[in-house]
């Protein structure tokens, strides 16, 4: 009887061999690509069911963003397009998705609005030519970097840049989104920037961003910024910094949100990178105030503390308002309050010695910029306006406060060391410092076809070379 229990209970017992294929098709589409693998290897019938082209169209979409077009394209199956992809691009695909879907959207939205940027892009590099990159710098690239050049290898060297522009009535900065042998060109082993990579380049001010190979110097790795020299330090390898990200996945995605979303306004085709809180907006009657604001590290320094910003303003009178209401701007007034609670007040007439007149469904639009010795401030106040029909008639327009605050900063290593520390260097380092090459500088040299090719400048500068390899830090010392 027992044995009959017994031969009853196997014969009864459930195997996944016997289930039908919906069901197992069902499990097996929650499984990542490399349980699905590890599946295959379980039994034939699973090794059948693990090929199901649905279930790699999913995967592919996932993880490289195919598409059904690509998949016809190519000729394989999705199964076998997957190992393709995971061939070449395997050792990113934490990262591929999300900067592959960052390009895709930029692309997307520069062809709409700033289209002459398109064709500046390049191709992606190849896998050797990144490693030859590494060899070239002897510092390993990180995978986010990695992954997005071989997605569109930075973009040709000219203007407007990819990475947003600035101007100002006597100042421009356009950014330009260094392709990887550009910057491997202005890598940097000088004391002060020791194992720091270019990320952008800016014609007109010689600036900046870089990105930080290796933890030294007060630097944390792979975390993006500004260099900032410090004025008031003996040592010229003391050199604070404007951070600008964590890491290249977060500078680069964080910047693209902000494109796309409209955060930085399109302006005669470039991308102004001005920031404007939502709520930062003020309606008195039919006349509408917003206000947008920008921090230009090219003419800030942290030691001494000089902040310069930017702000962008926007006057709109409301379409349906009735012509009687056209009015003209008289005067501004403000109130600056710093972080460390000092208060000014400033009036003067006109706005950048405008006096705008304001007609229904009319926009007046203009920029002006401020200095402050603290990081952080805000400004207030209100137009003093008067109506076209009745000059008598005088009213104020409120202007929302807006916050102004610069990026977070840090200071180099060599602020935190003994004075004396810092000087004592050997003859032979002495000898290192008179060769190593610049990093604010880069001189700029045109062939026949107009490209331009960064080439590092000498520490031995005489006076026509200063024309070419200005710096932003030279840039400061003449506007800030």
Not at 48 to 64: D, G, I, T
Request: charged share 20%.
């Amino acid at each position: 009887m027992a044995a009959t229990l017994t031969m009853a209970a196997a014969t009864s017992e459930l195997r996944v061999d016997h289930l039908p294929s919906d069901p197992l098709l069902h499990i097996l589409s929650f499984l990542d690509f490399r349980d699905l693998v590890h599946c295959s290897y379980v039994s034939r019938r699973l090794n059948e069911l693990s090929k199901h082209n649905p279930l790699w169209r999913a995967l592919c979409s996932k993880h490289w963003l195919l598409s059904d077009v690509d998949r016809l394209q190519s000729g394989v199956s999705w199964f076998c397009l997957f190992k393709q992809y995971y061939r070449d691009l395997g050792r990113y695909i934490q990262f591929y998705p999300v900067l592959k879907r960052a390009w895709e959207q930029l692309k997307s939205f520069l062809q709409q609005r700033c289209p002459r940027m398109i064709a500046s892009l390049k191709e992606g590099a190849t896998e050797v030519e990144l490693n030859d990159i590494e060899a070239q710098i002897g510092c390993r690239l990180p995978d986010d970097y990695r992954c997005s050049y071989r997605i569109h290898n930075g973009q040709k060297l000219v203007i407007p840049g990819l990475m947003g522009s600035m101007s100002l009535s006597n100042h421009y900065r356009s950014e330009v989104l260094l392709d990887v042998e550009t910057a491997a060109g202005g890598f940097q082993q000088r004391k002060g920037m020791r194992r720091c990579l270019p990320l952008t380049f800016c014609f007109h001010t010689g600036l900046s961003q870089y990105m930080a190979l290796e933890p030294a110097e007060g630097r944390r790795m792979f975390e993006s910024f500004y260099p900032c020299p410090d004025q008031t330090a003996q040592d010229p390898s003391a050199i604070d910094m404007f951070i600008t990200g964590s890491c290249f996945l977060e500078w680069f995605t964080t910047y693209v949100h902000n494109v796309v979303t409209g955060e930085y306004p399109i302006i005669r085709d470039q991308i102004f990178r001005y920031v404007h809180d939502k709520g930062c907006v003020a309606t008195t009657d039919d006349i509408t105030v917003s206000v947008s604001t920008s921090f230009l590290p090219e003419l800030s320094s942290v030691h001494p503390p000089h902040f310069f910003f930017t702000y962008r303003i926007r006057i709109e009178m409301s379409s349906s308002a009735s012509p009687e209401a056209a009015c003209q701007l008289d005067s501004r007034y403000w109130k600056i309050t710093t972080s460390d609670g000092n208060v000014e007040e400033v009036q003067g007439p006109g706005v950048v010695g405008e006096f705008p007149v304001m007609t229904p469904g009319k926009v007046h639009e203009y920029a002006s910029c401020t200095t402050f010795s603290t990081p952080s401030e805000y400004m207030e106040g209100h137009y003093t306006f008067h109506r076209l029909a009745n000059k008598e008639e005088v009213f104020h327009v409120a202007i929302p406060r807006f916050h102004m605050v610069c990026p977070p900063f840090r200071e180099p290593v060599v602020r935190t060391v003994n004075p004396c520390e810092c000087f004592i260097w050997s003859e032979e380092e002495e000898e290192e410092e008179e060769e190593e090459v610049l990093v604010l500088g880069a001189s700029c040299c045109f062939n026949q076809k107009a490209s331009v090719v960064l080439e590092a400048g000498s520490r031995r500068q005489d006076a026509s070379s200063l024309s070419d390899v200005i710096g932003w830090f030279g840039f400061f010392v003449c506007f800030g």
